[in-house]
Every structure is written in structure tokens, then in C-alpha cells.
């Protein structure tokens, strides 16, 4: 997978570049680029924001910026899927990262101001995506999670044997892992619920389809 990510702060990407799993996939599996618009933008003193039309707090990524940034990286809006991060975008849920997973090609488009100029979402990008409606100190924080949600499904980048995969596989899909324990089986009175002790694989799974379950319709 080619995965880009346009960005006013690359650097802030670099601890998750060195930990697993993306680490794991980077230079095989995923070609990782992080853009920074500063680098093509059209504005005075690497300038990328400005006060919104209309009034109001904070400052808007501009819509000649970033359509100068696909130009210099795609010479236009590229063909394949272009997402903005967006608390107005679609919630990003597990079916979601499986099909960004899919994509050959994906472009991320993060904002470390107070948004984007909508012209951006609706023009220069393809798709919109949230990761919760709430107010974060900038657009690279989506961009890590849904980067490192996305890398954990590629080949190679985890053991299937881990669990990691477990909470959204098999007849699991789409709902919450069920409760997990490990030894001692007894402490400070919190016992290990028996099923897990029986050695009945059967009734194991049954209890952590029903937990699983109950957990998601929470």
C-alpha cells in the first residue's frame, strides 16, 4: 500500500514510524509518505491557515494550500481515495479500516488548525472520516490512528496467533473483544470467572460470543 499523509508537523509521526506494528510493515508492505504543505504552499512565510470568512475563533486550513500540495505531489487531485480528517466525516469503525486496508493507494489530509476551508472536503477530497466528535490540538492525531488501525490489517504485521485480530474476526465481527484474564486465577477475591478454568472449549467460546455481545450493545 501507498499511503500518504499531508501534514504541518511530519516530525510528529516519527515515534510511530519505530513501533510495531507499523515498523513492521514499513518499506514492504506500506510506502509511507509524509507530506508537509508548507513545502508547496502558495503563501508568504510557509503560511497554510487563515481567519475564516464570517467571523469566529481560530484559523482555517486554506483551500489554495492544499490543492497546491496535490498538485506538487499528484500534478492534480489524484484518482484513488482521498480522506479528509474530519469530525463532520463518517465515523471510523472497524468495517471502516478494513476498507481502507483494501485501498492500493490512500491519501490522508490532516489540518492542525481549527478545520478545513470546505472546499477542501467537498472538492479536493473523496471521502471524509472521523474519529470522534470532539476538539483535538491538531489533525495529526486522527492521522496516527487511523494509520496505525490501518497498518495492523496489512500482511505480515501481526501474528494471527496474537489475538490482536481477535475482537473483529470470525463471528466477533464488528463488536467489542470479550473480557480477557491471566494468572492467578484468584486475587484479592476477583476470581477468574470458572468457564475460563473448565478446559471446555465449547462453552468458552459460547461465553465470549455472549460477553462479546453484550459488551457492543452497550
Do not use: K
Amino acid at each position: 500500500m501507498q499511503l500518504d499523509v499531508f501534514t504541518q508537523v511530519p516530525s510528529a509521526f516519527a515515534w510511530l514510524c519505530e513501533q510495531r506494528p507499523l515498523a513492521t510493515v514499513l518499506g514492504s508492505e506500506l510506502d509511507l509518505r509524509l507530506v508537509n504543505y508548507r513545502d508547496s504552499t502558495p503563501l508568504r512565510s510557509g503560511e497554510v491557515d487563515d481567519e475564516p470568512y464570517g467571523g469566529g475563533a481560530g484559523l482555517v486550513l486554506r483551500v489554495d494550500v492544499v490543492a497546491a500540495a496535490l498538485d506538487a505531489v499528484y500534478g492534480g487531485v489524484p484518482e484513488h481515495r482521498v480522506v479528509a480528517l474530519t469530525p463532520q466525516g463518517r465515523q471510523l469503525t472497524q468495517e471502516v479500516v478494513e476498507e481502507l486496508a483494501g485501498e492500493e493507494r490512500l491519501t490522508l489530509l490532516s489540518s492542525r488548525s481549527e478545520g478545513f476551508d470546505e472546499r477542501i472536503v467537498a472538492h479536493l477530497a473523496s471521502d471524509a472520516i472521523s474519529i470522534g466528535p470532539y476538539v483535538l490540538s491538531g489533525g495529526e492525531l486522527p492521522a496516527m490512528v487511523v494509520l496505525d488501525a490501518v497498518a495492523r490489517r496489512l500482511p505480515g504485521a501481526i501474528r494471527a496467533e496474537s489475538g490482536a485480530f481477535e475482537s473483529f474476526s470470525g463471528e466477533l465481527a464488528g463488536g467489542l473483544e470479550y473480557p480477557q484474564y491471566t494468572r492467578p486465577a484468584a486475587f484479592r477475591g476477583w476470581r477468574v470467572p470458572e468457564v475460563l478454568l473448565s478446559g471446555d472449549h465449547a462453552r468458552i467460546a459460547g461465553w465470549r460470543q455472549e460477553q462479546s455481545r453484550a459488551r457492543t450493545a452497550r
